[in-house]
């Protein structure tokens, strides 16, 4: 069955800090890894897209990673702010349908970002 | 461009009660999605739809159905409302190429 792991489930760092979430995924074959931002009570929103053949991707102060060979991917915030507190969700796109459709989610790790 | 539209926000239902989850998207995108996402959890796939007249169900599709009758609409029905349903539901749109995936903004949905 095509899954994504996430980890850490949850997370609390200081403000001004550096923090990484991973994500290992089983999906194959794999279209593409999607990272979204989720606030509380709103629709997730999409920070950085990479295919297969990219290693790395930023918008802003986050910053992808991909390695398709070990099917693993991680996302790195720097200097975080109070605002990067939310759901952060990996998604992985691959190329057919099933009951998963081809939208693939993990279930995020929450990041808590304290003054 | 409104992006994926969601309608209503919020719903309190009675059990056994019926309504419609509306969802709209004005990207001429061919797949549309349902999600629910139940407290502390990940999305699940309800149903989804790759075109105009073609649905499929997804990991969790009992208790709902959906049509698709333009590219535009992908409305989500609950006939026979249960508290199990009680849930934020998520409707999403991607076209065929395109790896981007845009979502509405929920709608939250207590069944009491």
């Known amino acids: 069955k095509n899954q994504v792991e996430q980890s850490p489930q949850s997370l609390i760092i200081l403000e001004g800090k550096n923090c990484t979430l991973q994500?290992?995924?089983?999906?194959?074959?794999?279209?593409?890894l999607r990272w979204y931002k989720q606030d509380t009570g709103r629709g997730p929103v999409s920070l950085t897209i990479?295919?297969?053949?990219?290693n790395t991707k930023s918008n802003g102060r986050y910053t992808a990673t991909l390695d398709a060979d070990t099917k693993q991917s991680s996302l790195h915030i720097t200097a975080s702010q109070l605002s990067d507190s939310a759901s952060y969700i990996c998604?992985?796109?691959?190329?057919?349908?099933?009951?998963?459709?081809?939208?693939?989610f993990g279930k995020g790790t929450k990041l808590s970002v304290k003054p | 461009n409104a992006g994926v539209t969601q309608t209503p926000k919020f719903r309190i239902l009675k059990i056994g009660q019926s309504m419609t989850l509306q969802c709209a998207q004005d990207m001429n995108h061919n797949y549309m999605y349902w999600y629910r996402q139940d407290p502390g959890m990940g999305l699940k796939l309800i149903y989804y739809s790759v075109g105009a007249g073609i649905t499929d169900k997804g990991e969790v599709p009992n208790g709902y159905n959906v049509s698709r009758s333009t590219t535009e609409d992908f409305p989500l029905r609950l006939e026979l409302a249960a508290p199990s349903q009680t849930s934020v539901y998520f409707c999403?749109?991607?076209?065929?190429?395109?790896?981007?995936?845009?979502f509405g903004q929920g709608t939250r949905l207590t069944v009491v």
């Open positions: 999403a749109s991607t076209n065929r190429e395109n790896t981007e995936a845009f």
């Open positions: 998604v992985v796109r691959g190329f057919y349908g099933g009951s998963q459709g081809n939208l693939i």
């Open positions: 994500c290992n995924y089983t999906v194959s074959p794999f279209s593409n």
């Open positions: 990479m295919t297969f053949s990219e």
